[in-house]
């Protein structure tokens, strides 16, 4: 099985914090739709944890609901 692209590693840590936030602040369904400016649908979809999100989408949804989200680029120990 293939390793996944950094971008859907991302994506799928992304989107396990937004389902947390979600439950964390007890949103009912339609808040959670208002709050994250997202269709019932796409909730479904997002706690299903299907990969149909763009990380720019999703990073929007997490300042939405409270989080902060960081990228880092580094090089790795001892290569140039």
Do not use: C, H, W
Request: net charge positive; proline share 4%; glycine share 4%.
């Amino acid at each position: 099985m293939a390793k996944p692209s950094p971008s859907a590693a991302m994506r799928k840590e992304l989107r396990a914090k937004l389902i947390a936030r979600i439950e964390q602040l007890d949103l009912s369904r339609s808040a959670a739709e208002k709050t994250l400016g997202m269709t019932a649908a796409q909730i479904s979809r997002l706690e299903a944890n299907e990969d149909i999100f763009s990380l720019d989408r999703l990073v929007d949804a997490a300042v939405r609901v409270g989080l902060t989200v960081r990228i880092s680029a580094t090089r790795p120990y001892g290569r140039k």
